[in-house]
Every structure is written in C-alpha cells, then in structure tokens.
C-alpha cells in the first residue's frame, strides 16, 4: 500500500509517497518526493496517480491511494479481478440476456434492501409488483387514482424508481452531494403514509434504533454534518481505495442518520453509486447476512469502519465470484 512516509535529512523533515516492492525474494522501496510538507488533496491525488502509474510500468499491481487504512495489495487485486471477471461475465450475454441478469439483480437488491428494514415481501412477492408498475403508472397519466397500495408494495416500487434516476445521474458522471442525495430520498418515501413532510428533507426530528444503545445526533446537527461529509468525500476521492471509500461513507451516512426514515436503504443505495462510479460492480448485502451487517453498522457508530470494509470486500468478492463459476459450468 502506497503510505506517506517522513525521512529527517540535516535535521529537516521531508516527505515521501512510498510503496514496498518485492523483486524476486527480497522486498525494497519504491518512492516519490512530495516535499517539506504533505500536499493539499488535489496535488497529492495528482501525484499519487503519478506514481501508481511509474509502479504498473515496473509490473507492480494492486497500489492503493495512501489514506487507505484496511484494503490490502492482496485484497486490491482481489477486488480488480473480481470487477473484470463481473465486465467479461455481462460481455459474453446477448443483449436480453444481459438486461434480464441486470433485471433480476435491482429486483434482489430491492427485495434484501427494503428486507432489511423489515419489509415481509420476498423476491417472487417484489417481481410480482414491479410487473405491474409500469400499468400503474400507465393509468395514472390517463388520470386514474390508483388507491390500496399497501406500504410495502410502495417501497418496492419508490426503490425501483429511485434506482431509474441513480442510473441517469451515474450515466451523467455526477457527483454526490446534496442535491442528489434530498432528490433520492424524495422519491424514497413517496406515497408513504406518515412521512409525506419528511421526504426530501433533513431529518427535522431525533430519531433511535429499537434495540440500540447508540444516540444519533441532535436533529439540528444533521445539517451541519452532512455537509462535513460530502466535503470528506470529495476530498478523499481518489486518496482511499474506492471500495473503502464507499464503506466508509456507508457508516458515516448511518452514523449521522441525517433522514426520519429510510436512511439505511439510502446508504445501500449511495454505497453502490460509489462503487459503480469507480468501476466496482453493483453489491447487495444479502438479507441471510443481515446479523452480520448490523454488526458492522454498530462498530461504525463507534467510529470503528474495518469491520463493513471488510464486510464488503468479502460480498464483492463473493458475489463476482459466483459468476465466474456460472461461466464456467
């Protein structure tokens, strides 16, 4: 892992981008000056990209940007190859057979992430919905009130649609940030009784977790809060491995819970769009795995965000995986 090291020469500090290399049984150093003090973010990414191509020329693969903290070379290359080996899976599918693999993965994604939060509808109960959306939405244009849809059945067809705008920001290249985040969320609780004030907008009200000791932040903290967040994101873009980057922002979202509902499908949801932004395939977490991913959750509260890092390099790893033994049989 590429780390900023600092060497003392005639009493004066300086600092260097340095990587560890193996050249046939003995490891050495390979480095890149970066002056008497650390650069600002912007020229560190700069010269970090620099630098991990000076090391890919040499044959040295699986270099993480140096903020880093838990994804290993070893895991850095496991990551790669399973986003390759996910790319060459969906290259060798026909077109409809891509778009029915694309189609059953956001209906799992949808049926685990609404699970999750304790909604009872299994994949088939999901499919069945989202079959009809499209007839729903059909009528309502020709001015027809669709009344009945139950609560659950609604949040299986906002996730679906929140999905249809995070395909065209991801196909704009936006980044996240406000906007984009209070838009999801808008579409998230819509048609959902009880919280027509609260979607799109900053929680305005303390919120809790049934079951857990943490204390989220006070309501008039959340503003405040998320826009340290969006800042920590935009700087450590390109300066933390994109898969740790997207767990991180994962808990912290969590951490602040900056909405009255909805806010770990959201986080799910923004996990995904970082991944998919740097290359990384879409990854469900699994509803059979939630007991372990709440775990997670709760040692980010605490600032601790190794556990749903490794967490999730385990599932993209896993899931990819899985894919390549399809390939195969």
Same mark, same amino acid.
């Given at each position: 892992?590429?780390?900023?090291?600092?060497?003392?020469?005639?009493?004066?500090?300086?600092?260097?981008?340095?990587?560890? %290399?193996?050249?046939?049984?003995?490891? =050495?150093?390979?480095?890149?000056? &970066?002056?008497?003090?650390?650069?600002?973010? #912007? +020229? *560190?990414?700069?010269?970090?990209?620099?630098?991990?191509?000076?090391?890919?020329?040499?044959?040295?693969?699986?270099?993480?940007?140096?903020?880093?903290?838990?994804?290993?070379?070893?895991?850095?290359?496991?990551?790669?190859?399973?986003?390759?080996?996910?790319?060459?899976?969906?290259?060798?599918?026909?077109?409809?057979?891509?778009?029915?693999?694309?189609?059953?993965?956001?209906?799992?994604?949808?049926?685990?992430?609404?699970?999750?939060?304790?909604?009872?509808?299994?994949?088939?109960?999901?499919?069945?919905?989202?079959?009809?959306?499209?007839?729903?939405?059909?009528?309502?244009?020709?001015?027809?009130?669709?009344?009945?849809?139950?609560?659950?059945?609604?949040?299986? %067809?906002?996730?679906?649609?929140?999905? =249809?705008?995070?395909?065209?920001? &991801?196909?704009?290249?936006?980044?996240?940030? #406000? +906007? *984009?985040?209070?838009?999801?969320?808008?579409?998230?609780?819509?048609?959902?009784?009880?919280?027509?004030?609260?979607?799109?907008?900053?929680?305005?009200?303390?919120?809790?977790?049934?079951?857990?000791?943490?204390?989220?932040?006070?309501?008039?903290?959340?503003?405040?809060?998320?826009?340290?967040?969006?800042?920590?994101?935009?700087?450590?873009?390109?300066?933390?491995?994109?898969?740790?980057?997207?767990?991180?922002?994962?808990?912290?979202?969590?951490?602040?819970?900056?909405?009255?509902?909805?806010?770990?499908?959201?986080?799910?949801?923004?996990?995904?769009?970082?991944?998919?932004?740097?290359?990384?395939?879409?990854?469900?977490?699994?509803?059979?795995?939630?007991?372990?991913?709440?775990?997670?959750?709760?040692?980010?509260?605490?600032?601790?965000?190794?556990?749903?890092?490794?967490?999730?390099? #385990? +599932?993209?790893?896993?899931?990819?995986?899985?894919?390549?033994?399809?390939?195969?049989?």
């Amino acid at each position: 892992m590429a780390r900023i090291i600092k060497r003392k020469v005639k009493g004066k500090l300086y600092y260097y981008l340095e990587e560890s %290399v193996k050249r046939g049984k003995k490891w =050495d150093k390979e480095s890149m000056y &970066l002056g008497d003090s650390v650069p600002g973010a #912007e +020229e *560190l990414k700069k010269i970090y990209s620099d630098f991990a191509k000076s090391l890919a020329t040499k044959g040295v693969r699986g270099t993480t940007p140096p903020y880093t903290e838990f994804i290993t070379r070893k895991a850095a290359l496991q990551l790669s190859g399973a986003a390759a080996g996910k790319e060459s899976y969906l290259k060798k599918l026909n077109p409809k057979q891509r778009a029915e693999f694309i189609r059953r993965e956001r209906i799992t994604f949808i049926s685990d992430s609404n699970a999750i939060e304790g909604s009872t509808l299994d994949y088939k109960q999901t499919e069945d919905i989202l079959a009809g959306k499209e007839r729903v939405r059909r009528l309502e244009k020709k001015g027809v009130v669709i009344t009945g849809t139950g609560r659950e059945a609604q949040e299986a %067809v906002n996730l679906d649609s929140c999905l =249809d705008i995070y395909e065209k920001f &991801l196909a704009e290249g936006k980044e996240i940030d #406000e +906007e *984009l985040v209070l838009r999801l969320h808008f579409v998230l609780l819509s048609k959902i009784e009880g919280y027509e004030k609260y979607r799109g907008i900053w929680r305005p009200v303390n919120v809790m977790i049934r079951g857990s000791p943490h204390v989220f932040p006070h309501h008039s903290e959340v503003f405040g809060l998320m826009r340290e967040l969006f800042g920590w994101y935009s700087i450590n873009r390109g300066l933390i491995h994109p898969v740790e980057l997207a767990a991180k922002f994962h808990t912290k979202f969590t951490g602040v819970h900056p909405f009255a509902d909805g806010n770990g499908r959201m986080a799910r949801l923004l996990m995904n769009y970082i991944l998919q932004s740097n290359g990384f395939p879409f990854t469900n977490i699994p509803l059979r795995r939630r007991s372990a991913y709440m775990k997670t959750q709760a040692a980010g509260n605490v600032g601790n965000h190794k556990p749903f890092v490794l967490f999730l390099i #385990e +599932e993209i790893a896993k899931q990819c995986g899985k894919l390549g033994k399809q390939s195969t049989a």
